[in-house]
């Protein structure tokens, strides 16, 4: 054993051979019986031990009930707990029923939109449109009342 293990086990377990770990006990003895080094920092240690046992902890009444009653902090909610509350708030759950329906148009909103920005392939520069109106002319003068075409 050599002063940096000693002064370790000093400071983790305190000067009293007693709480020393059992299979460290009696070579820590050896080594403070031999070792004046040892005997000085033993001798400090309790020093300190005995002026930390004199310290008295203030007594704080009513601590205990003023911690557990305090207002907890706001919760930091995710998104989706964030959406889910506002469609279906817990307070005032018949002023809120519209909600339920907006959210239920914005996909149709979103299609909409969508529709009106992109062709999705008809292009309106195509020569084939302007044979249209013929040909919606010709399908309102066909006959269906034939039963063959």
């Known amino acids: 054993m050599n002063l940096e ?17 059992e299979s460290l006990r009696a070579e820590c003895e050896t080594y403070v019986a031999n ?3 040892a005997k000085a920092l033993l001798n400090q240690q309790s020093q300190v031990d005995k002026l930390l046992a004199q310290i008295e902890t203030p007594i704080f009444p009513g601590l205990e009930t003023r911690v557990l009653n305090q207002p907890l902090p706001e919760r930091n909610r995710s998104l989706f707990e964030k959406a889910m509350n506002w469609l279906l708030p817990n307070e005032d759950f018949g ?13 149709l909103v979103f299609g909409i ?3 009106n920005y992109f062709s999705f392939g008809i292009g309106i520069d195509d020569d084939g449109f302007q044979y ?16 063959r075409f």
Do not use: H, N
């Open 5 to 21: 293990e000693f002064t370790r086990i000093v400071d983790l377990y305190g000067s009293e051979p007693a709480r020393w770990p």
């Open 35 to 37: 070792s004046i080094e």
């Open 95 to 107: 002023k809120q029923v519209w909600r339920p329906a907006i959210a239920a148009c914005i996909p």
């Open 113 to 115: 939109v969508l529709g």
């Open 132 to 147: 249209w109106d013929d040909e919606l002319a010709m399908l309102s003068l066909t006959d269906y009342t034939e039963t």
